[in-house]
């Protein structure tokens, strides 16, 4: 992956015309300098990582810098700790599919184990990370993350499982999807 540094007045052509050329030929993130605040919609609508005005100072040039290096997720990722009949058992939530209950007994699914736990499933919701799962429904918590397709009333995961949306959040679910969606987009994961 590229990182461009692009002034906004270059002798000739104007910077975000540049960087429209150049994103169409290939894969770059896009670091606007300039003096003036004045082209900074255009330059947000190319995907701009960062918008520096002049004069640049190091701290945000590291911040810009830190916006197109991918985070390391691995380094720290969040658990979700669950008592089984194993024992506690530590689940990475980036590895969490979905979550469904049945008969009181909750079914963590990640992408190749399934782990069951006596704890609720409204106090798993409390314990995830509430800007990647949504709860679908009464009985499911499903990773956003695996949601391989939205439809109207139900959900397609990734392996093909389809869950139904609850009536009455069907709205609110594709807001929050969309949402999530938007926030991958400008971090560069989509």
Same mark, same amino acid.
């Given at each position: /992956? &590229?990182? $461009?540094?692009?002034?906004?007045? +270059?002798?000739? *052509?104007?910077? %975000?015309?540049?960087?429209?050329?150049?994103?169409?030929?290939?894969?770059?993130?896009?670091?606007?300098?300039?003096?003036?605040?004045?082209?900074?919609?255009?330059?947000?609508?190319?995907?701009?990582?960062?918008?520096?005005?002049?004069?640049?100072?190091?701290?945000?040039?590291?911040?810009?810098?830190?916006?197109?290096?991918?985070?390391?997720?691995?380094?720290?990722?969040?658990?979700?700790?669950?008592?089984?009949?194993?024992?506690?058992?530590?689940?990475? /939530? &980036?590895? $969490?599919?979905?979550?469904?209950? +049945?008969?009181? *007994?909750?079914? %963590?699914?990640?992408?190749?184990?399934?782990?069951?736990?006596?704890?609720?499933?409204?106090?798993?919701?409390?314990?995830?990370?509430?800007?990647?799962?949504?709860?679908?429904?009464?009985?499911?918590?499903?990773?956003?993350?695996?949601?391989?397709?939205?439809?109207?009333?139900?959900?397609?995961?990734?392996?093909?499982?389809?869950?139904?949306?609850?009536?009455?959040?069907?709205?609110?679910?594709?807001?929050?999807?969309?949402?999530?969606?938007?926030?991958?987009?400008?971090?560069?994961?989509?």
């Amino acid at each position: /992956m &590229d990182i $461009i540094f692009m002034d906004i007045y +270059l002798g000739g *052509i104007n910077g %975000v015309e540049a960087a429209r050329d150049i994103s169409r030929t290939g894969r770059g993130r896009f670091i606007f300098t300039t003096a003036s605040r004045e082209y900074a919609l255009e330059a947000f609508a190319l995907n701009a990582v960062h918008y520096l005005l002049k004069p640049l100072t190091k701290n945000a040039v590291r911040e810009a810098l830190g916006r197109c290096l991918p985070k390391r997720e691995d380094e720290h990722p969040k658990l979700l700790e669950i008592k089984t009949r194993q024992g506690i058992v530590p689940i990475p /939530m &980036d590895n $969490i599919v979905y979550i469904k209950v +049945l008969n009181k *007994i909750c079914t %963590v699914h990640t992408e190749k184990n399934s782990f069951q736990t006596y704890i609720s499933l409204d106090a798993l919701s409390e314990l995830l990370d509430g800007t990647s799962f949504i709860r679908a429904q009464r009985s499911f918590i499903v990773n956003m993350k695996y949601i391989e397709s939205f439809y109207f009333d139900h959900i397609v995961m990734q392996g093909g499982k389809e869950i139904v949306l609850s009536r009455s959040s069907r709205t609110e679910l594709k807001n929050q999807y969309q949402q999530f969606l938007f926030h991958l987009a400008r971090r560069g994961a989509v």
